[in-house]
């Protein structure tokens, strides 16, 4: 037997529950890996209570839980290709990575081997919001010597965003609340408080203007950029949300293009890019993690260990 958070309706965090499962085995085609470690994203917890976004991804109850893993793999089909026993990989399985074990089709373009270097606590949060920020920034073309304005800069997906911004050579803002001013500037960033009054903030820290935007939570900073002045083809929104304002870009982890993984991947193990990890709790603590998670103030992302 083997152990995987499942819920049998939609809900708050109450509806998780961790349950004793038989032991899955790899088909021919197909590899296992065990699961050491699960990155939560809103995305998670949003599918938990939302039926209608539930079904876009193709889950139906009862469900399992998370998107993000990493481990190792441990079994090998007869007909898989690409990975071999004792592999340390990540990568993404929507509705079903905080379990014992994982199973991926080959050959895989949903996992990835881990760099030496990398742990898999680092590893497990990547896929989804790596791929979100690179998608967001790419569908703007951001380039050295822009000054952008991220939203939500925070958050799982800001703190990517804003490093790989960084990485771009441009000035970076990001609005977030006055709480985590301090972490923000840790991380290369021009903090302004989100709420009324902020294009009057942002004029005043880039009196030279913005050329560049991208939300990364709600619409508030797209439509600052856009009373600023900044063309709509260079500001993005992520994916899931409200309709963004015309000629705006929607992106999200599924528009990232070839290689953009690996290239976040290798600026991990390269010091280039840093992931704060907010909180670790094990498995059987998947609802106080949700919890915290869904508050939305931790400076970081939160770890499930299995």
Known sequence: MS??????????PEVLELHEIPEPHAAPDEVRVRVTAAGLNPMDWQITTQ???????????????????AGVVDEVGSEATGFATGDRVYGGAIGRSVADFVLVK???TTIWPTPEGVADEVAGTLPVSGL????ALASIGLRTGDTVLIGGAAGGVGIFAVQLAKLAGARVLGTASEGTFGFLRGLGVEPVAYGPGLVD???ALAPEGITAATDLFGREAAEVALKLGVAPQRVSVVADGPAPPPGVHKAGALDAGPGAMERIADAIRSGGITVPIAATFPVEQIREA?????ERHVHGKIVIAL
């Open 3 to 12: 152990k995987a958070v499942r819920y049998r309706r939609f809900g708050g």
């Open 51 to 69: 039926p209608d976004m539930a079904a876009r991804f193709g889950i139906t109850l009862p469900a399992g839980f998370g998107s993000d893993f």
């Open 106 to 108: 080959t050959p895989a």
């Open 132 to 135: 979100t920020a690179s998608a």
């Open 201 to 203: 903030r942002v004029r």
């Open 290 to 294: 949700v919890t915290k998670q869904a």
